[in-house]
């Protein structure tokens, strides 16, 4: 259990629809970044957050947003969503002021689109 | 940008040893990790390499040269619950953003 928590487990919507994912670091950790994984593709990084504000972003679509709240917990938020968003979509936290900084990741949330 | 390769597919016994190569090309680095991700389910940090040479953790070894943009994953002793997907990440030396290869999932036969 890397300490890192993600609800919900399973996700199953409509095309057109959208949802909120959620994610808790782990104790201490101050950084939070989103990865999609489809079947067909690596992890792919979306977006960073570093205490509240964005750190960095990667391949993220105009139709998603994320963002971590002062408890240091976020959210990530897909809309209009379309087939091909059906993923595993996983957290990861970090505390920057470690020495290796290692990603830590959350179990996932699968999510269909159908 | 960055690039970085893995074999797709690999397959060993239980028992041998078996060896993960992965080559980068990055704009900036700051460190490699490997990961190990059993089907459907979270990946798991295995290693970290920020310096040239081989770190050992166990059954697990990792090597890293920077210079060549290389490095590899070594696993020996094999157990059969070692079958799962390896991956390789780099670290850019901007923020603390990781860039996965696709995999090798490794399948481990009696």
């Known amino acids: 259990d890397s300490g890192v928590t993600q609800t919900p487990k399973h996700l199953i919507t409509a095309t057109g629809q959208r949802v909120t994912l959620r994610c808790s670091p782990r104790?201490?950790?101050?950084?939070v970044y989103w990865y999609q994984q489809s079947l067909d593709q690596g992890l792919q990084f979306l977006i960073q957050?570093?205490?509240?504000?964005?750190?960095a972003k990667g391949n993220i679509l105009e139709r998603f947003s994320a963002q971590q709240f002062p408890d240091l917990h976020s959210e990530l938020n897909l809309s209009s969503l379309e087939l091909g968003d059906s993923a595993l979509y996983f957290c990861?936290?970090?505390?920057?002021?470690?020495?290796?900084?290692?990603?830590?990741f959350g179990p996932g949330t699968r999510l269909t689109v159908l | 940008g960055q690039n970085i390769d893995q074999p797709t597919e690999m397959t060993a016994t239980e028992g041998a040893i078996v060896q993960i190569n992965c080559t980068y090309q990055?704009?900036?680095?700051?460190?490699l990790f490997w990961y190990q991700q059993h089907a459907g389910e979270a990946p798991t940090f295995l290693s970290y390499?920020?310096?040239?040479g081989l770190e050992e953790k166990g059954r697990f070894s990792s090597f890293l040269s920077r210079s060549k943009g290389y490095s590899y994953l070594l696993l020996k002793e094999l157990q059969m619950k070692d079958s799962a997907s390896y991956l390789c990440?780099?670290?850019?030396?901007?923020?603390?953003?990781?860039?996965f290869g696709t995999g090798t999932s490794l399948t481990v036969i009696p």
């Open positions: 957050y570093y205490n509240g504000e964005e750190r």
């Open positions: 990440a780099v670290r850019s030396n901007t923020g603390n953003q990781f860039y």
């Open positions: 990055t704009s900036g680095f700051n460190g």
């Open positions: 990861a936290s970090s505390d920057p002021g470690a020495s290796t900084d290692t990603q830590y």
């Open positions: 104790s201490g950790d101050l950084s």
């Open positions: 390499n920020v310096l040239d």
